[in-house]
């Protein structure tokens, strides 16, 4: 059975930084791509970076460009996403999530809607403080 985990949330002041972490598990689980999405309260899920584990191509959101790295270590099944020069507006529960199969082509029209992935993490909460 597949399951991710992320870690590293917590209560941070505007400027400061965090490392998220999403740990994967389950037999023979290497998924094609790994992503992290957002939702703050009264808002939908947003995309927020992916990363294509075959080669490392990522992804960003605009609001997080510049600010955010997504990055990967296949020896411990954990993605990373550092947060740097964190904004009150960055809080919210921040989730991973695996996308199993996929193709360039696929990836690179899909990469950024939740309905592309096909596993979920719990959830992790993110609070940047003014």
């Known amino acids: 059975q597949v399951q991710l985990v992320e870690s590293g949330g917590g209560l941070v002041q505007a400027g400061g930084s965090l490392r998220l972490s999403c740990a994967t598990s389950?037999?023979?689980?290497?998924?094609?791509?790994m992503g992290w999405f957002r939702q703050a309260p009264g808002k939908e899920r947003e995309f927020v970076a992916v990363?294509?584990?075959?080669?490392?191509?990522?992804y960003y959101a605009d609001s997080v460009k510049g600010r955010f790295t997504v990055s990967r270590d296949n020896a411990k099944n954990t993605v990373y996403l550092q947060m740097n020069s964190l904004k009150p507006e960055d809080t919210a529960v921040y989730y991973c999530a695996a996308r199993t199969i996929g193709s360039p082509a696929s990836f690179s029209a899909n990469y950024y809607r939740v309905t592309f992935y096909d596993y979920w993490g719990q959830g992790t909460q993110v609070t940047v403080s003014s």
């Open positions: 389950g037999r023979t689980f290497s998924p094609y791509a």
């Open positions: 990363i294509r584990l075959r080669d490392s191509i990522t």
